[in-house]
């Protein structure tokens, strides 16, 4: 339904500021703008289209970015911040439904990706629809994926995620992917396949990442494992850290200025210096 009064008397309005409980979100640092922004998720069987950005500066007062987006978010999605554009971009993840016939759900991955701006939009807008057009290189839909924006290149990096095999009942059936592609964002934005060399991280799924603007790489963290890949030259590397760390799923976040590495798993957040070797 619009978002229209039905009584015109009415001068005020309730507003809900508290975030429902939910998973498969991704959650960003906007350092700009001192928030953090949270995107999609579930609860319950129930998916959340939405996106909020959270004040990290009182008072920590939520807003919702874009509006609802009815379908739009997949849980385990992909989300990056376009820095040039002042703009939230989301791609893939899974959806869960449930099955009329019998017991069960369906699982099916999501290829589309979608951006809002930041600066007061209302509204979301289909980047690139994930349909491949005259032979066009493409990824396949996928969820549990990473993804990082890349300002220099002016481009999305995505990697690894997976897609399920059966997509009825066993959800625990899928297959992992362990490919690396770029959303150039050209008008339109378009998927090229990049050909990595060097240790490609053995596992690919559920992992974090996030971007070393200052060394021009991809840092990804699976477990207490850490890879990084050179933006430029497409080189993985195999970084040697000491245990114990993180743990599978974890969400991990970059504080530059001090070369420090953050990730929060299960209500426990470890800390790696960059910097500072044993």
Do not use: K
Request: aromatic share 12%; glycine share 10%.
């Amino acid at each position: 339904l619009p978002d229209v009064d039905p009584d015109p008397r009415i001068e005020w309005r309730w507003e809900h500021l508290t975030l429902g409980a939910r998973w498969g979100h991704r959650a960003l640092y906007h350092p700009g703008r001192h928030s953090m922004i949270v995107v999609g998720g579930m609860y319950q069987r129930s998916l959340y289209s939405d996106a909020w950005e959270i004040p990290l500066d009182p008072p920590s007062n939520p807003r919702r970015i874009g509006g609802l987006n009815f379908g739009g978010f997949a849980p385990d999605a992909s989300a990056v911040l376009d820095s040039r554009r002042n703009r939230l971009i989301v791609h893939g993840g899974s959806y869960e439904r449930p099955v009329d016939c019998c017991y069960g759900y369906m699982y099916s991955e999501h290829g589309v990706t979608q951006a809002t701006e930041l600066s007061g939009s209302d509204s979301w807008f289909v980047l690139e629809d994930g349909r491949c057009r005259s032979g066009c290189p493409q990824p396949q839909a996928r969820f549990q994926h990473v993804a990082v924006y890349d300002p220099r290149r002016d481009r999305i990096v995505i990697f690894g995620g997976g897609e399920h095999i059966s997509n009825y009942i066993y959800p625990e059936l899928w297959t992992r992917f362990h490919d690396a592609w770029e959303l150039t964002m050209d008008d339109p934005a378009t998927w090229h396949p990049l050909s990595t060399i060097g240790e490609v991280p053995s596992v690919s799924a559920a992992g974090g990442a996030v971007l070393d603007a200052g060394r021009d790489r991809m840092l990804y963290v699976w477990g207490d494992r850490l890879w990084s890949l050179d933006l430029e030259t497409l080189a993985w590397d195999s970084l040697v850290v000491a245990g114990p760390g993180p743990v599978e799923g974890c969400t991990i976040a970059l504080d530059e200025e001090h070369r420090r590495l953050f990730a929060a798993a299960f209500g426990s957040v470890w800390r790696l210096d960059l910097d500072r070797p044993l």
